[in-house]
């Protein structure tokens, strides 16, 4: 199956760079390339995308909030969204995981690893490296949101899904998971699959958003 593609930033040679390296692959297609977050979602309004790559900082709509708006308009589907970002906009990126990405790079990851990521993303997963989204959870989780609040979704989880909830948060993935509570890995891609389905979320990075939220886990803690 390929891959459809949309790339999104205003620089011209970041879109050519992402364009010659995507090109490479026989299942990714570029379907479409726009200079910011509104040319995008007019684009997208044309064209049918699986995954839009997505900068953070843009003139006149930004990537935060054309994800928002993205992800509102078809909240059970493609396109993902995987936005990219630097050492110095760790906020935005944060920002823009609220806003519903299913995931997030920095500008200079090795060209494999955004690959892999855009294939990552398609599958309907999502990119979550665990040191770089501890760190901007750490950071940031106290400041962006209204604070830790009940949620009512919370208490539909069993206490092995609150513990395996606790341990997506804390940017472990299925393997480690399952080493650590001594099950396999098939049950708790099972246990994952439940929980997001019981909090209604898209995927695993909004699970470690809420978990953050909803006060379950605290930044530094």
Known sequence: MTVRVVIVDDQALVRAG???????????????EAVDGADALRLLARVEADVVVMDVRMPTMDGVEATRRICRDRPAG????????????????????????????????????????????????????????????DRFAGRLGPGPAEDPR????TEREREILLLVAQGLSNAEIAARVHVAEATVKTHVGRILAKLQLR????????????????PGG
Not at 154 to 157: D, K, N, S, V, Y
């Open 154 to 157: 919370i208490g539909q989880l």
């Open 78 to 137: 493609p396109p993902r969204v995987l936005v990219l970002t630097t050492f110095d906009t760790e906020a935005d990126a944060f920002a823009a995981l609220q806003a519903g990405a299913s995931g997030f790079l920095l500008k200079n990851v090795p060209p494999e690893e955004l690959l892999a990521a855009i294939r990552v993303v398609a599958r309907g997963d999502s990119v979550v490296a665990p040191p770089i989204t501890r760190r901007l959870l």
């Open 203 to 218: 995927d695993r990075v909004q699970a470690v958003v809420l978990a953050y939220e909803t006060g379950l886990v605290t």
């Open 18 to 32: 992402f364009r010659m390296v995507l090109g490479s692959q026989p299942d990714l297609e570029v379907v479409g």
